[in-house]
């Protein structure tokens, strides 16, 4: 049985850092998607970094670019959100997913993922960001 368990998170100041780690189990060796998702209330989730573990392939939504790193550690099957230069806008509960496919679903650079793209039955248990003015 697949499991995503989530560490990190907080409240930090505008302009500080936070890291997010998703451990994974329970699954075969293969084609592995994972990606982080954001929510606020009122608001679905909305995937904001992918990494695609067959090339490493990474990508962001343009409000975290630059700020945001999405990377893993295969060794350790976790994946990692290193948050840095966080806005209150950043403010939301953070979830991981994982995909195991072929396909790693890309965030468009104007956009946001949405999780119906996404289409993952696996999800971490989510951490809530605060970010404060």
């Known amino acids: 049985q697949v499991e995503l368990v989530m560490s990190g998170g907080g409240s930090v100041q505008a302009g500080g850092s936070l890291r997010l780690s998703c451990a994974a189990s329970?699954?075969?060796?293969?084609?592995?998607?994972m990606a982080w998702f954001r929510q606020v209330p009122g608001k679905g989730r909305e995937g904001i970094a992918t990494?695609?573990?067959?090339?490493?392939?990474?990508t962001y939504a343009g409000s975290v670019k630059g700020r945001f790193t999405i990377s893993r550690d295969s060794g350790k099957d976790t994946t990692y959100l290193q948050m840095n230069n966080l806005k209150p806008e950043d403010t939301g509960k953070y979830y991981c997913?994982?995909?195991?496919?072929?396909?790693?679903?890309?965030?468009?650079?104007?956009?946001?993922?949405?999780?119906?793209?996404?289409?993952?039955?696996?999800w971490g248990q989510g951490t809530q960001v605060t970010v404060s003015s």
């Open positions: 997913s994982a995909r195991f496919s072929s396909i790693c679903p890309v965030v468009p650079g104007d956009g946001v993922l949405e999780e119906t793209d996404f289409s993952s039955h696996y």
């Open positions: 329970g699954f075969a060796k293969s084609s592995l998607c």
């Open positions: 990494i695609y573990n067959t090339n490493n392939r990474v």
